[in-house]
């Protein structure tokens, strides 16, 4: 039965999409195997920009993807871990390095793909006895099966797809407009966020016979190449200056290379064309060449280029930088145990924020100062901003496959910011309101009064502290303890409340004219104390210790 050309499309659909997915499976099983060695090693320090380049090939054979590369050297050139200098180096490699993973990819051993899938499911199902590192290999092993048995797919696909006369005019026409084929390559690099993927299809269409215009291959690999510094300059958009000047530099870099190669292309084409290699031969060995071109062009003005960044790309200190988080890292996401840490990490400045926000309001009671109510009321867009960003980050975590207690940990970080931005909610709407009220108002508390706010205020503060050790270092002991201050709290909440009444029904007159006002600021005290007491509550319940929501 003949095949007809839409059945035929899908069909080269489907092998580029089971293409794109056994790259991910090898990109994330290697990540997750020996992701946090690739960070130890890429985060150690270059001597010089020739070193930083190996280590840029090496980190892109391992992880299969420059896309990666590229956003770990920007997430430590952004805390300064390295020069931006070392960074552009380490990129310059890193796009050679998945070069060459290219070539390794598009060697003829694609009918291994049955045993890769078969030795792969083995060591991922038996990964209880061999060891998370072992079922990440299966995963790898999966993954490289299904690029071998998507490469077989399309090469059958393709050779039909040869013979059709309304592909030949419609690659005849591109073939005479190189641009138009390089922006179409580069908008597909772009949208796979692979390039080894699009090249590989690339080189297996011609290999097949489709793209039988030599020009049209080249224009499409050099596409590939401009394409490939993208995707890691959009996701670093909202990152600090210097990982933005990483990636920038390394896309420009990129382009004026792409448009040197353009330029001269019927020069070096021709001389390609005169070897023995086959059309999809060529596309990698170009590929390659390129790449070692770009190495040995631009690694001396490395140096230049982050100058030149300085001018182009600096930090700018508008409220949303203020507002922007420091930790999380978006090229950590599949290394589930370092994610978690920088979630954390950013959680702590949540902490931070809501601590501020409680001395400025006790400060402003005080002193009566109006000012500092508007200040620690600012803080709450912070407070708001980083919870927005913690959650969608450890929610886009989530997504991917994690261990048990790591699913745990990312359920209790997003208990504990809810918490927090509760927390910050009642000091933003409630208690400077009460502040603000008191203030207006020109009432005054007694010394007793006074004293009382200031000694629950002060125990909030103890509670933070406490509450802060137990989140980063869950313990049974310190868990108990936190509600255990919960429980006191309350104890002296009723305490102050009758020591209020008590000095009520004696009329005097400070009391009266501030009596609302103190218990509202103690209740709210109350409020968000248990806010930060009810990380505990996650530890004990693991614990087995807890019943109807209390502690045993």
Known sequence: METTGTELLIRIAGAAALLLWGARMMRTGMIRAYGASIRAFLSSGVRNRFGAALVGVASALVLQSSTAVALLASAFASVGVLKVSAGLAILLGADLG????????????????????????????????????????????????????????????????????????????????????????????????????????????????????????????????????????????????????????????????????????????????????????????????????????????????????????SESNNVADELAPQHLDASATNLPNVALSMAARETLRMVDCVQEMLTDSIDALEKNDPKLCDQASKLDDKVDSLYEAIKLYVTELTRSELEQDESRRALDIISFTTHLESAGDVIDRNLLDTVRQKIASQAVFTRRGAQEVADIHAYVCETILLASQVFMEPNVANAHKLLERKTKLRAMEQESIDSHLVRLSKRKPKTMASSNYHIDLVRDLKRVNSHFASVAYPILEQAGQLHDSRAK
């Open 98 to 313: 998945s070069a060459l993973a290219a070539q390794l990819l598009a060697l003829n051993i694609r009918e291994t793909w049955p045993l890769l899938m078969l030795g792969g499911y083995v060591l991922h199902a038996s990964s209880e006895k061999r060891g998370p590192t072992a079922k990440q290999l299966g995963r790898v092993a999966m993954g490289l099966g299904m690029i071998f048995l998507a490469l077989s797919l399309l090469s059958t696909s393709a050779s039909v797809l040869k013979q059709s006369d309304i592909v030949h005019q419609v690659l005849s026409a591109l073939g005479n407009e190189p641009v138009l084929a390089i922006l179409l390559a580069a908008v597909l690099t772009w949208l796979s966020h692979s390039s080894l993927v699009v090249l590989l299809l690339v080189a297996g269409l011609a290999s097949a016979g489709v793209l039988n215009h030599d020009q049209l291959a080249f224009s499409l690999m050099l596409g590939v190449n401009a394409g490939a510094a993208v995707p890691a300059v959009v996701m670093t958009l909202s990152e600090r200056h210097p990982a933005r000047q990483v990636t920038l530099g390394n896309l420009l870099f990129r382009i004026v290379g792409v448009l040197i190669a353009a330029v001269t292309l019927p020069l070096w084409a021709a001389w390609l064309t005169e070897t023995d290699y086959t059309i999809g031969q060529l596309i990698i060995l170009s590929h390659i060449l390129f790449n070692v071109v770009l190495v040995a062009g631009f690694i001396l003005f490395t140096g230049v280029m982050s100058r030149l960044l300085e001018h182009l790309v």
